[in-house]
């Protein structure tokens, strides 16, 4: 037997680690949420698609603007992996549009269909959230349907 397994009960100290290691993942997960907040996730566009030019339009369609009325949009590129064969669904785009009251716009405006049709495509417009935070809402899911089907809050 070590001196360590001898040693008797841990102190209460090292039970509070996982609470501080608790603390810090959610404050990680606030802060890339945060990071985010300017950022639209649009599912389904082609891969060969021009990015600026075409989100430029979709928004504006979601906006009821002319569809060559100009939109700042900081940047725009696919989500980090490996470019899939054609018939796959297509990456997610990622934009960044710095004026926040013109991304809430858009994502109001986008909340009035489920799906968009542009050009043919089925397209899809989601805040960009956190991997840890989409896990949570994914587990949840089951909790909020009931609370939604007795409509609770």
């Given at each position: 037997m070590t001196a360590l397994e001898s040693a008797g009960p841990v102190?209460?100290?090292?039970?509070?680690?996982?609470?501080?290691?608790?603390?810090?993942?959610?404050?990680?997960?606030?802060?890339?949420?945060?990071?985010?907040?300017?950022?639209?996730?649009?599912?389904?566009?082609?891969?060969?698609?021009?990015?600026?030019?075409?989100?430029?339009?979709?928004?504006?369609?979601?906006?009821?603007?002319?569809?060559?009325?100009?939109?700042?949009?900081?940047?725009?590129?696919?989500?980090l992996r490996p470019k899939p064969p054609p018939t796959p669904l297509p990456r997610d785009v990622i934009c960044y549009i710095q004026d926040i009251q013109l991304k809430e716009d858009i994502i109001k405006g986008a909340r009035t269909e489920r799906t968009w049709r542009y050009k043919g495509q089925n397209v899809e417009l989601y805040n960009d959230l956190s991997h840890l935070t989409l896990q949570t809402r994914r587990a949840l899911r089951p909790v909020t349907t009931i609370l939604q089907e007795h409509h609770l809050r």
């Open positions: 102190p209460q100290q090292t039970h509070n680690h996982d609470r501080q290691l608790m603390d810090l993942q959610l404050h990680v997960e606030d802060l890339d949420n945060r990071s985010r907040r300017n950022n639209i996730r649009v599912r389904g566009l082609r891969e060969t698609e021009n990015l600026r030019e075409t989100l430029t339009s979709l928004f504006n369609i979601i906006l009821n603007r002319p569809l060559e009325a100009r939109l700042y949009i900081d940047r725009a590129h696919r989500t």
